[in-house]
């Protein structure tokens, strides 16, 4: 693997490292991004978490990468409603707007960084 695909991985595993950490560090902060229509919101912000630690180790070996990618790219699929309560949020609370319209097209390039590591 080139070095830059290297440092590319070791980044990704540590971003979905810390993502994951971070639903159990900062629960409040997903809760309330949580779309309202989401049964059992805590129950479902310890499984996302606990899925996004899982497919940050599942990265580091050659054997899963290509499976935890793919599971990368369901989650963040599946967490895009939770990215469209933040923006409706912000625009409500007229705070952090460009930051989540930014934010929603970020989801692409995340779902493309992923993808490379099929």
């Known amino acids: 693997m080139p070095e830059i695909n290297s ?37 479902v912000n310890i499984i996302v978490g606990i899925v996004e630690i899982v497919l940050a180790i599942g990265l580091i070996f050659e054997k899963f990468r290509s499976i935890s990618a793919i599971g990368i790219i369901i989650l963040l699929i599946l967490v895009f409603p939770a990215n469209v309560r933040h923006l409706e949020l912000s625009v409500k609370k007229r705070k952090n707007i ?14 493309y960084w992923a993808y490379l590591f099929i």
């Open 7 to 43: 440092i590319s991985l070791i980044i990704m595993i540590l971003f979905y490292f810390g993502a994951g950490i971070s639903h159990f560090r900062n629960p409040i902060f997903f809760l309330k991004i949580t779309p309202n229509w989401v049964l059992f919101p805590k129950t």
């Open 98 to 111: 460009i930051a989540t319209v930014v934010r929603l097209p970020i989801q692409g390039l995340l779902i």
